[in-house]
């Protein structure tokens, strides 16, 4: 289970990197990134939105129905519940920005439970939504 926890690191990490070497034609820190809110953005919105989708609702589903629905179930809802930051992003995003960040953050849903589920453990899914947190805050 340890490798393929660190493979899905390791592959989250690189596509990370690429997309952002891609789009933004290198890799460089975002003027808006703050170091000093690591603690309050990366750490503690990780762990409750972990302990929240996949510790709690993740479990209650699956009391009521297989895994395969219970994890796109609690993805979807996950996704869902980041549309509120998507309304209020500044420039507006675009209808394609919304739909491609909706698909990546209920993917990202999908593999923390999948992660959860292998591992019995928040902490996979937890380590792993913080890195996706601080790389796309640092080269967006």
Same mark, same amino acid.
């Given at each position: 289970?340890?490798?393929?926890?660190? @493979?899905?690191? &390791?592959?989250? /990490? %690189?596509? &990370?990197?690429?997309?952002?070497?891609?789009?933004? #034609? $290198? %890799?460089? *820190?975002?003027?808006?990134?703050?170091?000093?809110? !690591?603690?309050?953005?990366?750490?503690?919105? $990780?762990?409750?939105?972990?302990?929240? =989708?996949?510790?709690?609702?993740?479990?209650?589903?699956?009391?009521?129905?297989? =895994?395969?629905?219970?994890?796109?179930?609690?993805?979807?809802? =996950?996704?869902?519940?980041?549309?509120?930051?998507?309304?209020?992003? +500044?420039?507006?995003?675009?209808?394609?920005?919304?739909?491609?960040?909706? +698909? @990546? /953050?209920? +993917?990202?849903?999908?593999? *923390? $439970? !999948?992660?959860?589920?292998?591992?019995?453990? &928040? !902490?996979? $899914?937890?380590? &792993? #939504?913080?890195? !996706?947190?601080? %790389?796309?805050?640092?080269?967006?």
């Amino acid at each position: 289970m340890a490798r393929e926890r660190e @493979s899905a690191w &390791l592959v989250v /990490v %690189l596509y &990370l990197l690429v997309q952002f070497y891609l789009s933004h #034609h $290198g %890799l460089r *820190f975002s003027r808006t990134f703050v170091p000093q809110y !690591w603690g309050r953005y990366f750490i503690v919105v $990780g762990v409750t939105e972990e302990f929240m =989708f996949r510790g709690y609702f993740l479990n209650a589903l699956l009391k009521r129905v297989s =895994f395969t629905r219970a994890n796109t179930l609690q993805a979807v809802a =996950f996704a869902a519940m980041h549309i509120p930051r998507y309304l209020t992003t +500044v420039p507006a995003m675009s209808p394609t920005a919304w739909i491609s960040n909706l +698909v @990546s /953050v209920a +993917v990202l849903g999908a593999l *923390f $439970g !999948w992660l959860y589920a292998k591992s019995k453990s &928040l !902490w996979p $899914g937890i380590i &792993l #939504h913080m890195t !996706w947190d601080i %790389l796309v805050t640092a080269f967006a």
